[in-house]
């Protein structure tokens, strides 16, 4: 069974940076196409970045590009959001997801870790 744990969420003062970690157990994880996405209350679940298997290419959602970075570690079966300048529309659910098919949906799902951003 693919499990995926999402930490690193917590309170930050608007301009600060966090950096969320996905530790990805019960499968291969090198297979895995990684992704990031995040839900505020009231809205709809929207894409944030996503990864290929082999980190060699990268894409973001327009809000946050330029100050979110996707990565992964392979070795330790880990994807990771760095989020730096952080603005209060970034407040939400942070939720990692991993891909089998790059064209297909996202095979699994972690339980999400709480982003919030304080003026």
């Known amino acids: 069974q693919v499990q995926l744990v999402e930490s690193g969420g917590g309170l930050v003062q608007a301009g600060g940076s966090l950096r969320l970690s996905c530790a990805v157990s019960?499968?291969?994880?090198?297979?895995?196409?990684m992704g990031w996405f995040r839900q505020a209350p009231g809205s709809e679940r929207e894409f944030v970045a996503h990864i290929m298997w082999s980190g060699s290419s990268a894409n973001y959602a327009d809000s946050v590009k330029g100050r979110f970075t996707i990565s992964r570690d392979n070795a330790k079966n880990t994807v990771y959001l760095q989020m730096n300048s952080l603005k209060s529309q970034d407040p939400a659910v942070y939720y990692c997801?991993?891909?089998?098919?790059?064209?297909?949906?996202?095979?699994?799902w972690g339980q999400g870790t709480q982003v919030t951003v304080s003026s």
């Open positions: 019960g499968g291969t994880f090198s297979m895995y196409h």
């Open positions: 997801a991993a891909q089998r098919s790059y064209y297909q949906e996202y095979d699994y």
